[in-house]
């Protein structure tokens, strides 16, 4: 069993927790993920790493209950435990193999949606911590939803936030402060790196592709066991199929195959929608209406 | 008395009936059928099955005492070679082993040895008889990775020796391919896998779940910072393949793995567990052997109409033929020479078809088998809305990926001596389809026996 010593609620359905695994703690690194299984009955729910102490032997993980076994999650407290957390699952950024010189030398953008704000949060601090500074795009629906502005804030070099509805900071989708970045406001930047929602990494590959700046992505696609037994997790990137639990997550957003990516990971929409709603109405819902989803 | 030639016949739950549960196919023998079969038994004195029995058990000697009714006697002898009688009795390939070689199977039907061996490992398990622990401890930490067959047996031989043993598995369970892989229908998890290796724990082994060697931890780690004086790598093949065909990433085509992971592991096939199976009505297996069949009845039973595609004849097909029996009985479509070149999507990216292409057999190729070849001119598509590719597996390079001086072949299977189990890094060993490649319960547990050999025989002369 692993302990939660911390439970936190940060916006509306989006929760942060530490959770003690010391094996996790002691040998994971920015960019890499652990996979959760709240009790008995819950499915493997991959979760990024958002941040790790190496002596407390804790991880933090930041999710967003969206279905089934994250809405179940959402009701543990502290004190309570995670029946399995695994990790960590796949491969380490790029940038924390990269000669340190060679790294300073490059001007580096992270574009984090939603809750990718978690996922980018480990990869800024860990560049903070090894002297570099790079410049970060926070985007959200609207202010309440916005997280880890000041984690965020202690550790970028720009820190620049937006709002679809306008709420707060600027406004607009992530797409348009990259534009204006470069475009308008004469900034150079050698990577980009983008995550958050599926559809916002393909908008901001478009972007980047005809700006010809270099952008890595982080793929979550539906997975199974994350140790590339199943297949769940293949990707189409340029010719080749790649299983993003142990090839990834991280590819090249510009050879990821984001269409395939969507489609794949609505597999489980209806079936799974239809659980939620079970869960929310308990034995109110008899389903068989087929449509209702559920899964707004 | 029946007809000696004759097997006593085993109960079986009805085909119909059991198409549509997840409860065990095989009944087994109860006591009096076993001490009935027991006395077909000529107790030969070079008894040809026991050379048919990778692990060799002293077949007539077990037997023997089955005849007599000292079932917990019989479970002794079998125990001295084997771990786990109770999941070999269901899932060996007795067919092609020591049944194949029993004298009696020369005029009729060989001795049912594994449904005795199963009698045996079941009454064992019912009346909590145990295997013997250790007389005294010795000093040594013994690190085991993978808790799958190979694993289970090395980590249970190493403690009957006394050594200090803890198994490291990457998934929450234990057990391998016995929990993920083959379904509840035919080894059920918690009356025998679970049962089998509780008294691998009761002897004093550690188990630590959700730990991937190469990512939590390495083996070099292992050694240098936690203690452990010697290794044995039982990961396993579970690296799934796919064709390369167009269409394959499509919503509805799974790896057997994920589709069978999900059954059994996940339980989704009940609906109080949390994760989905997008089960399928109309499926299309692709693919001969055990896993295969295996897959394709746990879609029959999640209510769908299951093809088997195939691309040689039913005499190739490299399942166990009682689990093609099984599988026709139960109303499995074979489709054979048959060969997927495509999968067809609809317009929301989910599959509707296959087109398939005939074939025939042409000369032998390299494996003795005769090669098949497309007809030209045959293609023809078929409308299913799943696909289920079962081709076989790889070992998983993530290990050897991240162990220095850990040499692999071409297939990426590890290098290790067979009968001790070591490979070219001192102080490693190993063993099971990590070794070998995909193959069988009863060799992965023989190399269990090997590997344990192997490190007691390295750390006796250290
Ligand atoms: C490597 C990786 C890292 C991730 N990191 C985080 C993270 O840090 N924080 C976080 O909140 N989420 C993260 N996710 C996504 C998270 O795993 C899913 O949201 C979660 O599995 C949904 O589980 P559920 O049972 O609650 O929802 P389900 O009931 O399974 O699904 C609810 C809805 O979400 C969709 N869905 C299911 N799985 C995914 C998925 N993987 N991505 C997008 N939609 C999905 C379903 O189609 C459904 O509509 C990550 C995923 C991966 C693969
Ligand atoms: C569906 C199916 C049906 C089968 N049917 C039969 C049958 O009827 N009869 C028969 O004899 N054989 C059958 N087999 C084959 C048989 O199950 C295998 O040959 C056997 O299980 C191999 O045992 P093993 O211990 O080498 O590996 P496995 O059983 O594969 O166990 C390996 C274990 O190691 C773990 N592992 C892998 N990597 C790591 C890591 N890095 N760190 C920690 N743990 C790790 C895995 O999670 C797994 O639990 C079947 C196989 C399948 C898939
Ligand atoms: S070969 Fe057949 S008859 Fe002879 S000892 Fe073995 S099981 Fe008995
Ligand atoms: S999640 Fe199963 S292979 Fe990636």
């Given at each position: 069993m692993y302990k939660i010593v911390k439970?936190?609620?940060?916006?509306?359905?989006?929760?942060?927790m530490d959770v003690h695994a010391p094996r996790v703690a002691s040998h994971c690194e920015p960019g890499q993920f652990v996979i959760v299984k709240?009790?008995?009955?819950?499915?493997r729910v991959p979760l990024t790493i958002c941040d790790y102490d190496r002596e407390a032997g804790t991880i933090t993980i930041v999710f967003?209950?969206?279905?089934?076994?994250?809405?179940?999650?959402?009701?543990?407290?502290?004190?309570?435990s995670f029946r399995d957390f695994v990790g960590p699952l796949g491969c380490p950024?790029?940038?924390?193999?990269?000669?340190?010189?060679?790294?300073?030398?490059?001007?580096?953008?992270?574009?984090?949606?939603?809750?990718?704000?978690a996922p980018?949060?480990p990869?800024?601090?860990?560049?903070?911590?090894?002297?570099?500074?790079?410049?970060?795009?926070?985007?959200?629906?609207?202010?309440?939803?916005?997280?880890?502005?000041?984690?965020?804030?202690?550790?970028?070099?720009?820190?620049?936030?937006?709002?679809?509805?306008?709420?707060?900071?600027?406004?607009?989708?992530?797409?348009?402060?990259?534009?204006?970045?470069?475009?308008?406001?004469?900034?150079?930047?050698?990577?980009?790196?983008?995550?958050?929602?599926?559809?916002?990494?393909?908008?901001?590959?478009?972007?980047?592709?005809?700006?010809?700046?270099?952008?890595?992505?982080?793929?979550?696609?539906?997975?199974?066991?994350g140790t590339?037994?199943?297949?769940?997790?293949?990707?189409?990137?340029?010719?080749?199929?790649?299983?993003?639990c142990?090839?990834?997550p991280?590819?090249?957003?510009?050879?990821?195959?984001?269409?395939?990516?969507?489609?794949?990971?609505?597999?489980?929409?209806?079936?799974?929608?239809?659980?939620?709603?079970?869960?929310?109405?308990?034995?109110?819902?008899?389903?068989?209406?087929?449509?209702?989803?559920?899964?707004? | 008395?029946?007809?000696?030639?004759?097997?006593?016949?085993?109960?079986?739950?009805?085909?119909?009936?059991?198409?549509?549960?997840?409860?065990?196919?095989?009944?087994?023998?109860?006591?009096?059928?076993?001490?009935?079969?027991?006395?077909?038994?000529?107790?030969?004195?070079?008894?040809?099955?026991?050379?048919?029995?990778?692990?060799?058990?002293?077949?007539?000697?077990?037997?023997?005492?089955?005849?007599?009714?000292?079932?917990?006697?019989?479970?002794?002898?079998?125990?001295?070679?084997?771990?786990?009688?109770?999941?070999?009795?269901?899932?060996?390939?007795?067919?092609?082993?020591?049944?194949?070689?029993?004298?009696?199977?020369?005029?009729?039907?060989?001795?049912?040895?594994?449904?005795?061996?199963?009698?045996?490992?079941?009454?064992?398990?019912?009346?909590?008889?145990?295997?013997?622990?250790?007389?005294?401890?010795?000093?040594?930490?013994?690190?085991?990775?993978?808790?799958?067959?190979?694993?289970?047996?090395?980590?249970?031989?190493?403690?009957?020796?006394?050594?200090?043993?803890?198994?490291f598995e990457a998934l929450h369970?234990?057990?391998?391919?016995?929990?993920?892989?083959?379904?509840?229908?035919?080894?059920?998890?918690?009356?025998?896998?679970?049962?089998?290796?509780?008294?691998?724990?009761?002897?004093?082994?550690?188990?630590e779940t959700n730990v991937v060697i190469g990512k939590s931890v390495t083996?070099?780690q292992?050694?240098?910072e936690e203690?452990?004086?010697?290794?044995?790598?039982?990961?396993?093949?579970?690296?799934?393949?796919?064709?390369?065909?167009?269409?394959?990433?499509?919503?509805?085509?799974?790896?057997?793995?994920?589709?069978?992971?999900?059954?059994?592991?996940?339980?989704?096939?009940?609906?109080?567990?949390?994760?989905?199976?997008?089960?399928?009505?109309?499926?299309?297996?692709?693919?001969?052997?055990?896993?295969?069949?295996?897959?394709?009845?746990?879609?029959?039973?999640?209510?769908?109409?299951?093809?088997?595609?195939?691309?040689?004849?039913?005499?190739?097909?490299?399942?166990?033929?009682?689990?093609?029996?099984?599988?026709?009985?139960?109303?499995?479509?074979?489709?054979?020479?048959?060969?997927?070149?495509?999968?067809?999507?609809?317009?929301?990216?989910?599959?509707?078809?296959?087109?398939?292409?005939?074939?025939?057999?042409?000369?032998?190729?390299?494996?003795?088998?005769?090669?098949?070849?497309?007809?030209?001119?045959?293609?023809?598509?078929?409308?299913?809305?799943?696909?289920?590719?079962?081709?076989?597996?790889?070992?998983?390079?993530?290990?050897?990926?991240t162990?220095?001086?850990?040499?692999?072949?071409?297939?990426?299977?590890?290098?290790?001596?067979?009968?001790?189990?070591?490979?070219?890094?001192?102080?490693?060993?190993?063993?099971?389809?990590?070794?070998?490649?995909?193959?069988?319960?009863?060799?992965?547990?023989?190399?269990?026996?090997?590997?344990?050999?192997?490190?007691?025989?390295?750390?006796?002369?250290?």
């Open positions: 439970a936190e609620k940060l916006a509306d359905i989006i929760y942060l709240m009790d008995d009955k819950g499915e967003q209950a969206m279905g089934a076994s994250t809405t179940r999650m959402a009701e543990l407290k502290e004190g309570d950024s790029e940038f924390v193999h990269e000669d340190i010189e060679e790294l300073k030398k490059k001007k580096m953008l992270f574009v984090a949606g939603g809750v990718g704000a980018v949060y990869q800024v601090k860990w560049l903070h911590e090894h002297g570099i500074e790079a410049d970060v795009i926070v985007g959200s629906k609207t202010k309440d939803l916005l997280i880890l502005e000041k984690e965020l804030e202690s550790v970028s070099g720009n820190l620049y936030i937006t709002t679809d509805d306008g709420s707060y900071g600027r406004s607009g989708m992530v797409t348009t402060v990259i534009e204006d970045l470069v475009k308008n406001e004469g900034k150079h930047y050698d990577v980009c790196v983008a995550i958050g929602p599926m559809i916002m990494m393909k908008f901001v590959c478009l972007l980047t592709k005809k700006l010809e700046l270099p952008t890595i992505v982080s793929m979550n696609p539906i997975m199974v066991d590339g037994m199943c297949g769940a997790c293949r990707l189409q990137v340029g010719d080749e199929v790649k299983f993003a142990v090839d990834g991280e590819f090249d957003g510009h050879l990821v195959d984001f269409d395939q990516a969507m489609t794949r990971s609505r597999m489980y929409k209806t079936e799974e929608g239809r659980k939620a709603l079970k869960l929310q109405e308990g034995d109110t819902h008899h389903g068989g209406c087929g449509v209702c989803g559920g899964d707004n | 008395m029946a007809d000696v030639l004759k097997q006593v016949p085993v109960r079986e739950q009805d085909p119909e009936v059991r198409a549509k549960n997840f409860e065990e196919v095989c009944l087994g023998y109860n006591q009096e059928e076993a001490m009935d079969e027991a006395t077909r038994c000529l107790e030969c004195k070079n008894a040809k099955c026991i050379a048919g029995c990778p692990v060799a058990i002293n077949i007539p000697d077990f037997i023997r005492e089955v005849k007599k009714g000292n079932i917990e006697e019989a479970y002794k002898v079998i125990s001295r070679s084997s771990a786990l009688p109770s999941v070999c009795g269901r899932v060996c390939p007795q067919e092609s082993q020591c049944e194949e070689r029993c004298i009696r199977g020369i005029k009729g039907e060989p001795v049912s040895i594994g449904k005795l061996e199963r009698f045996v490992g079941d009454y064992a398990l019912e009346h909590d008889i145990k295997p013997e622990g250790a007389k005294e401890k010795k000093n040594h930490k013994v690190a085991v990775i993978g808790s799958g067959p190979a694993g289970i047996t090395c980590a249970g031989d190493l403690a009957k020796m006394g050594y200090d043993v803890t198994v369970e234990l057990g391998g391919v016995l929990v993920y892989g083959i379904p509840e229908f035919r080894l059920p998890k918690h009356k025998v896998v679970a049962k089998e290796i509780g008294k691998v724990k009761e002897l004093g082994v550690k188990f083996i070099d292992l050694i240098e203690g452990f004086e010697a290794i044995f790598i039982g990961s396993g093949a579970g690296l799934p393949m796919f064709m390369g065909i167009p269409g394959e990433n499509a919503n509805g085509v799974f790896s057997a793995n994920e589709y069978l992971t999900r059954s059994n592991l996940m339980k989704a096939f009940d609906s109080s567990y949390d994760t989905p199976l997008a089960a399928g009505k109309k499926v299309a297996v692709v693919g001969g052997g055990n896993v295969a069949m295996d897959a394709a009845r746990t879609a029959l039973r999640l209510g769908a109409e299951v093809h088997i595609v195939y691309r040689r004849s039913e005499e190739e097909l490299p399942a166990r033929v009682e689990e093609v029996h099984h599988a026709k009985e139960e109303g499995i479509i074979f489709n054979l020479l048959t060969n997927p070149k495509e999968i067809l999507v609809d317009e929301n990216g989910s599959v509707k078809g296959m087109r398939v292409v005939k074939m025939e057999l042409g000369e032998p190729d390299a494996s003795g088998r005769r090669r098949p070849i497309e007809i030209p001119d045959s293609e023809y598509e078929i409308e299913v809305d799943t696909v289920i590719m079962s081709l076989g597996t790889s070992p998983n390079p993530l290990i050897a990926s162990t220095k001086g850990l040499d692999i072949n071409r297939r990426k299977c590890i290098i290790a001596e067979e009968e001790n189990g070591q490979t070219s890094k001192a102080a490693v060993f190993a063993g099971g389809d990590a070794v070998t490649g995909a193959a069988t319960v009863i060799l992965a547990m023989g190399a269990g026996k090997a590997g344990a050999k192997g490190i007691d025989e390295y750390l006796s002369n250290k």
